[in-house]
């Protein structure tokens, strides 16, 4: 997994994408979900960002950082965007995404694990004087979280997160920042644990001087609406993207079960999901099929039913030289 001295080069690695999209959420004309997710997606893909020159701190500039210490470690990230068959396009949404996690570890090979999302994007919308506690997720819909409940109950609870939009906390009106940074640190103050990411969070405070995020994920439990309720639940049910990435590569670091990772779950359960998450036809088909029966009582229109993302970003990471041959005992 990371060690203390490659986390920080992680988290600002991936704080930088967040800023970068979060900023725009401060233009005079609010983007949509789409483009939102667009240009997410546009952000994580590597080749993206080498031929746009769309970050500071890029994919190439991390990897230098991690391996200048001699450390074996490769990173690699890529957006696919699928092409789905005939027939399914009234399943395919355009504001969401599937999120791909793999970690090989060539030292220790049983240490490896992935991990797969369906992730359901949604905007932060303003007030009439600007972005505020009160600001809220108004695309929210009813019928669409009944929708997502009735996928948890097929793939079960941790394949489905929510990915919501918001300003960086700076770009909130100058009282909200004073409330959010309150509901910030009111939710951290049992929540720094002594792991390397839990460590690696209280040094960034330090820092920083508190969390700027705008990019945030939370689980499907319950449908978003409030921003207040989102930050005061910060790093309990709902996380930055940047860490809600890192507590994967960590033993035992989520900082709470309701944001457990799916990494943690049978691989048969986290294989399917990639499968759907990546745009492999068959396991699209035999979702829709299994959701056939299931969504015709309650929900009016299996057309309005948009299950399948039409794009993936996959996170890959390598650790360690190969051709290693370490005694049984340490490979266990």
């Not at 103050?189 to 405070?205: K, N, Q």
């Not at 709470?256 to 998450?277: C, F, N």
Request: hydrophobic letters at 40%; glycine letters at 6%; charged letters at 20%.
């Amino acid at each position: 997994m990371f060690g203390p001295y490659q986390l920080p080069h992680f988290i600002k690695y991936f704080d930088g994408i967040d800023l970068a999209l979060s900023r725009r959420m401060l233009r005079s004309t609010l983007p949509s979900e789409t483009t939102l997710t667009e240009e997410f997606c546009a952000l994580m893909d590597a080749p993206t960002q080498r031929r746009e020159h769309s970050l500071s701190f890029d994919i190439d500039a991390l990897t230098k950082a991690l391996t200048q210490h001699g450390g074996a470690i490769d990173v690699e990230i890529d957006v696919a965007t699928h092409k789905h068959l005939s027939g399914m396009e009234a399943y395919v949404s355009q504001s969401d995404f599937g999120l791909v996690l793999e970690y090989r570890n060539l030292v220790l090979p049983a240490r490896s694990w992935s991990a797969a999302y369906l992730m359901q994007a949604k905007k932060l919308f303003p007030t009439s004087k600007g972005f505020s506690e009160h600001s809220k997720f108004l695309s929210a819909d009813a019928d669409q979280h009944t929708r997502i409940r009735f996928l948890a109950d097929i793939l079960g609870e941790s394949a489905l997160k929510y990915c919501l939009f918001c300003p960086p906390t700076t770009g909130y009106e100058t009282r909200a920042v004073g409330v959010l940074r309150t509901l910030h640190d009111t939710s951290l103050s049992g929540r720094i644990f002594d792991y390397a990411v839990g460590l690696a969070l209280r040094d960034e405070l330090q820092r920083s001087g508190g969390i700027e995020a705008g990019v945030w994920i939370s689980g499907t439990e319950e449908e978003p609406i409030e921003v207040a309720t989102m930050h005061a639940a910060a790093f309990d049910g709902s996380c930055p993207f940047t860490w809600f990435i890192l507590q994967h590569f960590s033993w035992g670091s989520n900082f709470t079960s309701s944001m457990q990772s799916s990494s943690l779950h049978p691989s048969t359960e986290v294989d399917r999901v990639k499968a759907i998450a990546t745009g492999d036809r068959a396991a699209i088909s035999t979702l829709i099929k299994e959701l056939g029966d299931k969504i015709r009582p309650s929900i009016k229109g299996r057309e309005n039913f948009r299950v399948v993302p039409a794009s993936s970003i996959t996170v890959r990471v390598s650790i360690g030289p190969e051709g290693v041959d370490l005694p049984a005992s340490v490979r266990s």
